[in-house]
């Protein structure tokens, strides 16, 4: 190396002003972001730089120098294809399956599951003669692990040698040849700069261009802290507005550097968007994780979990990709039966047969054939793709399956474009697999599965004419000339760039081949962060530090890099206020977190309507270098918070954005009659109709006088009816249910509705047997139990194949019931433990017994089914009055004591029992009802099992007492008639916390809007 030059980041244009004029001088950067921005200051700047024009070709990127101006090379051979290298390592992982060559860097034990060591195995290659000849200088006691590595050099090594190939990160570069002088700029930012530290000193055309020592009393860049990144992000933008509206900056002059792009991008789009910043992120994406090429992916996951409902659902209804319209009906059939038969997955049976849920579901239902033979042929589809045995049949399949579902024509430029990157990144393996891997007798099992890797490892980056603020990922734009460069999230973690050369060594052998001290040399994080940090403002009393972290990131918690000066945001508290008020986005929501009318300083209705003018805050356009909306109408300058003149309180003149404005202006004008009468709110008569014909119609159907029927009430009406009649009309009169395509083995009421059809059978079991409930004894054991479980499990089996059921056609479903069998047994032998204790003795009277009342007394009519009626067996002829019961599957389901009852203010919530025993008195002539309770049959570890109402044992729950409620009952049910009969449906009782927060028809009934506190 003939010489090194030291020139701080700030003075890196003094470099161009000296050596750009020799037109021997090749300029090295580090990347192309680098080396664009410092052609540009050239031309700009040509007063400085003495050009008016460079040759682009004495300008280039680490990179392209290396592959242009270095050459490694060996006589007679060719350098190792990169896909060639990677197809070696996964034949070397398939024949350690077999052999078992490896002992430490692949567990024997998992030999067999290696393949995701492929990517590994294949970055340790260019290493490893570096490592053997360490390991041989340092004379070091090899164990198994590096025998694992000496084995692997020595196999790479002989399949080089076999086919003529060399490593190039083998061979020692030479930089003489190209006739240039050469200047690398900053080359200790570079990764692989150890790797060329003895071939620049050897090379006399090398110039480097390196910071020059830090001195203790330089002062390190400022950091300020916030406490989130949601604040973090808002403030830097903030700032970067103030720059262009200051007039101190172009957008193009400015650059935000985040070092988890990946997260923080979706936060940042948004957030750049809603402040009206133009920006191109200059960052890619995996060519499978967006668009179009996920397809390929979702094609692999449809045959990895053997086409279970989730696959198949993400790859029918994925509408990136345009599927043909003549196949749009048949997929969507098929995932909506799918998701009523609960094709969740296929199964195996005990005997080691595969079953197909899909084809066993499909074709015992009486529909339509058209799904199953769609299903029966894209599996077909699938599984040729992914069972390619070359890289050749992929595209042979993947061609195929284009044909039959894809529209061609119809995909987007942006989808087009990542779909012919991915079958060209194909076409590359197959070429790779003619030209080499079949003449070297090379084989990959799962070709497909190798080609979605090699997918995921590849970005693709849009290109993009738009200009504005640029976005990098961090490191990018370190040393390029920018005015301004913002950096986010300057974690420690993240800013922590650690040098390791032979990476997949521990400490221990890093310590003794003394690669520790070279890790120190070479840690790139501070001479970033300099770079970073040259020619912006640290921290003054107009603007903040470039620098930001925050403690609460959108990943974790953090603290900041250790070489910056962290500072909290009480150290620039003035610079932050100032850039409070100029946030437009935070004034909005304040005002209309307010009254609007008291705000506005006008009352909203009063004179001309807002909108209907000049909009509020307009201003100048974005990006002109005047703040939008720092001018009214008037021309009086305002902000956001400030007062109107008239000194009331609010925003006086909102700071709206253009686009925000025009948004408010198309509203107003859609929206003029709002400042009119409301007009009271009438039901639709076809709604009125539809209520009439389910509560007057649809239940009358065996009422022998239709003519004067009249509507007749259930329990369940009342209690979705009272207090919010909008909940009854969406889940009983219309039966709204949420649209949903995903699936469940098991429904939220499926066991509960078994449980409860077990109780009904066994009580239609002791009636048709004129049986009495079993007796128990002092140790807890039922009468007979053992042969009662096994009636108990009949009747489960029974109830599980009910027709009736939502689960009945789903084979999946009903095996897997079917296997629960002895967890429902104990749980209804449990519960008939406590019950029994109780009720030993009784006579079963009916279960699920209907009754309806009509008298003409009333102008409506009840309907009910109770689930169990009790009456005292010959054990107690002192009770002749009968018991009501009703079953609720778990503790949480049943209701609460006071909800029971009639409160002090007339207020009823649950309005079974009162239904139960007017049904009971009015139905059976039964004046005596002796106990009406709700009964848990699923308790758990829960000390409640039941909720007596009514016992005319206890002095606190007679039946007298209860006349109260059963009167509020009859008030209930006549004020739902009356509303009904009214077409009128009262909201003033419903709580917008209570009712509504819960409610899952909330979203389409829109009642209550609750902006900040407890409002409506």
Not at 111 to 121: E, L
Not at 379 to 390: E, H, L, M
Not at 634 to 653: D, N, Q
Not at 927 to 952: H, M, P, R
Request: glycine content about 6%; some cysteine.
């Amino acid at each position: 190396m003939k010489k090194c030059v030291f020139a701080d980041p700030k003075d890196i244009s003094g470099i161009f002003k000296t050596y750009l004029a020799d037109r021997n001088y090749i300029f090295v950067f580090s990347t192309d972001v680098v080396m664009n921005s410092w052609i540009d200051w050239c031309v700009v700047h040509s007063e400085e730089s003495g050009v008016s024009a460079v040759p682009l070709e004495r300008f280039v990127s680490w990179d392209k120098f290396k592959g242009s101006y270095v050459s490694a090379s060996e006589p007679g051979k060719s350098p190792v294809p990169s896909l060639l290298r990677k197809i070696f390592v996964r034949n070397l992982i398939q024949k350690n399956a077999q052999e078992h060559f490896f002992k430490k860097i692949i567990n024997p034990d998992f030999a067999d599951s290696a393949a995701s060591f492929t990517d590994w195995m294949c970055r340790m290659l260019s290493s490893l003669s570096l490592w053997n000849k360490m390991m041989s200088n340092n004379d070091v006691q090899m164990d198994d692990e590096d025998q694992d590595y000496k084995t692997l050099y020595e196999r790479y090594k002989a399949f080089l040698d076999e086919n003529n190939f060399f490593e190039p990160a083998w061979v020692t570069p030479d930089f003489s040849g190209s006739g240039k002088k050469i200047l690398i700029i900053y080359p200790e930012i570079l990764e692989d700069f150890a790797d060329y530290i003895e071939v620049f000193e050897g090379c006399p055309d090398i110039t480097l261009v390196m910071m020059s020592q830090e001195q203790e009393t330089t002062p390190h860049p400022q950091c300020i802290k916030y406490s989130d990144s949601r604040r973090e992000l808002r403030m830097t933008i903030l700032a970067m507005r103030k720059l262009v509206d200051q007039g101190k900056a172009d957008w193009t002059d400015i650059t935000l550097s985040v070092p988890d792009l990946v997260t923080y991008r979706p936060y940042l789009e948004r957030e750049l968007t809603a402040y009206c910043v133009p920006y191109v992120i200059r960052a890619g994406f995996p060519l499978t994780s967006n668009c179009a090429g996920i397809i390929f992916n979702e094609i692999l996951d449809c045959y990895n979990s053997d086409f279970s409902y989730a696959s198949v659902r993400h790859l029918l209804l994925d509408n990136y990709i345009p599927w043909k319209n003549g196949n749009k009906e048949a997929r969507e059939n098929l995932i909506r039966e799918g998701q009523r038969l609960r094709c969740i997955c296929g199964y195996d049976t005990p005997d080691g047969e595969h079953v197909d849920i899909w084809k066993e579901a499909l074709s015992q239902i009486n529909h339509d054939e058209r799904e199953y033979t769609f299903y029966t042929q894209l599996k077909k589809d699938i599984t040729a793709i992914c069972k390619s045995n070359t890289f050749a049949a992929i595209h042979v399949a993947w061609m195929s399956f284009k044909t039959r579902y894809l529209e061609e024509s119809e995909f987007s430029e942006t989808a087009d474009k990542i779909i012919s990157r991915c079958i060209t990144e194909l076409n590359a393996l197959i070429a790779v697999e003619r030209d080499f891997c079949e003449p070297m007798n090379l084989t990959v099992e799962n070709p497909y599965e190798f080609f979605i890797n090699e997918l995921a490892g590849k970005t693709y980056t849009p290109q993009s004419t738009a200009t504005g603020l640029s976005v990098f990922p961090y490191k990018l734009s370190a040393a390029a000339n920018f005015k301004y460069q913002f950096v986010n999230d300057s974690s420690q973690n993240n800013l922590e760039l650690p040098f390791k050369r032979l990476s997949f060594l521990n400490a221990r052998k890093r310590t003794l081949l003394h690669l520790t001290d070279e890790d120190k040399q070479f840690n790139s994080s501070r001479a970033f962060i300099r770079l970073y940090a040259k020619g912006i403002a640290d921290g003054t009393d107009d603007e903040l530090p470039m620098f930001s972290c925050a403690e609460e990131t959108f990943a974790g918690f953090a603290i900041a890099h250790t070489y910056l000066r962290t500072k909290g945001e009480r150290d620039f508290r003035p610079v932050l206020e100032e850039m409070e008020k100029s946030d437009f986005v935070q004034g909005e929501k304040s005002w209309f977190l307010k009254n609007p009318s008291s705000a506005s300083g006008t009352p909203v209705g009063s004179g001309t309507p807002v909108g209907s003018g000049t909009p509020v805050g307009s201003g100048t356009p974005v990006g002109s270098g005047t703040p939008v909306g720092s001018e009214t109408s008037a021309g009086s300058e305002t902000s956001a918070g400030s007062e109107t003149s008239a000194g009331s309180e609010g925003l006086g003149c909102l700071r709206l954005s253009k686009a925000q404005q025009e948004q408010f202006t198309w509203w107003d004008s859609l929206n003029r009659d709002r400042c009119l009468e409301p007009v009271p709110y009438k039901i639709p008569a076809v709604l009125q109709q539809k209520i009439q014909d389910f509560l007057i119609t649809k239940r009358n159907q065996q009422n022998p006088d239709k003519a004067n029927s009249k509507i007749t009430l259930s329990q369940s009406d009342m209690k979705k009816f009272f207090p919010c009649p909008r909940k009854w009309i969406f889940s009983t009169v219309l039966r709204l249910e949420p649209d949903s395509l995903s699936t469940s083995l098991i429904g939220r009421y499926d066991m509960g509705n078994i449980h409860h059809k077990v109780l009904e059978l066994y009580g239609r079991y002791l009636m048709k047997n004129n049986l009495t409930l079993p007796a128990v004894n002092e140790d807890g054991i039922l009468e007979n139990q053992a042969a009662l479980s096994m009636l108990i499990s009949q009747l489960a089996q029974e109830a599980i194949n009910n027709p009736k059921e939502d689960f009945h056609n789903s084979p999946l479903t009903i095996r897997m019931l079917e296997s629960q069998i002895p967890a429902i047994t104990k749980t209804i032998i449990d519960f008939l433990k406590v019950f029994c204790t109780k009720f030993a003795g009784y006579m079963v009277k009916g279960v699920e017994k209907s009754y309806s009342i009509n008298d003409s007394k009333r102008d409506w009519n009840y309907t009910g089914k109770i689930d169990c009626i009790l009456t005292a067996g010959s054990d107690h002829p002192e009770l002749t009055g009968w018991t009501i019961i009703d079953y609720k599957n778990t503790v949480s389901a049943m209701p609460k004591q006071y909800e029971t009852r009639v409160d002090e203010n007339g207020a009823l919530q649950d309005f079974q029992i009162p239904m139960y025993i007017t049904l009971m008195r009015e139905n059976e002539k039964v004046t005596e009802i002796n106990l009406a309770a709700f009964y848990a049959i699923n308790f758990g570890s829960s000390s409640q099992k039941n909720v007596v109402v009514v016992d005319e044992a206890s002095r606190s729950k007679q039946i007298e007492d209860y006349e109260p409620t059963i009167q509020a009952f009859e008030q209930y049910a006549g004020q739902f008639t009356k509303c009904v009969q009214n077409a009128d449906y009262p909201l003033e009782q419903v709580d917008s916390f209570e009712n509504c927060g819960g409610c899952e028809y909330k979203s389409i009934c829109r009642f209550n809007y609750t902006i900040a506190g407890r409002s409506k």
